[in-house]
């Protein structure tokens, strides 16, 4: 990231709040971001994820859609949530899958329990 604040007065300081994996389906339509380098991501990844490492997000937010939410994940969650405060900031619709993709991957391998 480039740049600082020297006040956060006028910014949304409020904490974002990530939503577990469980919780993917709930967000059809949106736009999966990958920020893991591309090695990450070609050895794993969130079916119709586009790869974008996070290093090179600030010079590629032309190539991101503006009109739907983006959900940003990494690894493990620190790498999404720096993306996350840059994509705020310019103005996305972000949200971010708590803790990345290994908990989404997990999730794909946790047994379904069926309501008895």
Not at 75 to 87: C, F, N, P, Y
């Amino acid at each position: 990231m480039t740049g600082f604040v020297t006040s956060p007065d006028g910014l949304d300081t409020a904490p974002a709040r990530p939503f577990p994996a469980a919780e993917l389906p709930r967000h059809a339509g949106a736009l999966i971001l990958d920020v893991r380098n591309r090695t990450e991501h070609q050895a794993g990844a969130i079916p119709g994820a586009q790869q974008l490492h996070a290093g090179r997000l600030a010079w590629n937010l032309g190539t991101l859609p503006r009109d739907r939410e983006i959900v940003v994940h990494c690894q493990g969650g620190a790498r999404s949530a720096a993306a996350a405060s840059l994509l705020r900031a310019q103005g996305f619709q972000v949200s971010e899958l708590a803790g990345g993709y290994e908990a989404y991957a997990r999730e794909q391998q946790a047994p379904s329990v069926s309501p008895v």
